[in-house]
């Protein structure tokens, strides 16, 4: 789904407004307004005020805002709303390399760490055909760890670009989530920023950078799904960051 931005206000910009709820989050919104129907109806006050609390987090758990997706052709783009917790120099997952994958040569990789409170609608990081669609079952160990990547629960994506440059990206489940679904399958052709998958409920997405590019994200940094420039292709130079 796209949204195109217009606005007939003086001197341009849009108004704000409150971020939809994803279909998949829906069916749980209303079990727990129900529940907290009833105990407000049973008269339990406490548990009524603590379910009216769990509520609105499932809402907010299952937002959906609008993004705005920077365009451009050599551009990759932030996959997860999170915290860039790790940038490393690894092999692709055997899951998805090879000729028909990554290939076998060490890759950058950026990973991103969704807390609960964290929107959990992944996109695709770059435009074109979804050539591979992985998933492994596993672990859920906090995927926050390095080894998280190898032993939790998985999903693996490879984009290819029309100029035949893949680029792959996992969602890894950790020790809150235990559902990974994708929206998008084998061979559907993608657009960037693209809504292509959801963890609930906390979790790690990872993305792997081909050869001769570098992460245009650091440590410590917040990245927006859908909006946040991860790296640009074939641009090799390092950047600098100040914490304050």
Not at 64 to 80: E, K, M, Y
Not at 158 to 172: C, L, M, N, P, Y
Not at 211 to 229: C, K, W, Y
Request: net charge neutral; proline share 5%; aromatic share 8%.
């Amino acid at each position: 789904m796209s949204t195109t931005i217009s606005s007939n206000r003086p001197g341009g910009g849009i108004k704000w407004r409150w971020p939809s709820i994803h279909p998949e989050g829906r069916k749980f919104l209303l079990i727990a307004a129900i529940v907290t129907l009833c105990f407000w109806l049973l008269g339990w006050e406490i548990l009524g005020w603590l379910m009216a609390g769990v509520t609105a987090w499932v809402g907010a758990f299952f937002r959906d805002p609008v993004r705005i997706t920077p365009t451009g052709n050599d551009l990759v783009i932030a996959p997860a709303d999170g915290l860039v917790t790790q940038i490393a120099e690894v092999l692709p997952p055997p899951e998805i390399a090879g000729l028909d994958g990554l290939g076998d040569a060490p890759m950058l990789r950026v990973s991103i760490f969704m807390s609960v409170f964290d929107v959990h609608i992944n996109r695709t990081a770059v435009a074109g055909t979804l050539r591979k669609l992985v998933y492994i079952p596993g672990k859920f160990l906090n995927a926050d760890l390095d080894k998280a990547s190898e032993e939790n629960e998985r999903q693996h994506f490879v984009v290819e670009r029309a100029d035949g440059v893949r680029i792959g990206f996992t969602q890894i489940a950790g020790l809150v989530a235990r559902r990974i679904m994708p929206f998008v399958s084998m061979g559907a052709e993608l657009s960037t920023g693209q809504r292509v998958g959801l963890i609930r409920f906390g979790s790690r997405v990872d993305v792997y950078l081909p050869a001769g590019t570098t992460s245009q994200v650091l440590l410590g940094q917040r990245t927006l799904a859908g909006e946040t420039i991860v790296a640009r292709i074939g641009k090799a130079e390092t950047i600098d960051g100040v914490g304050q």
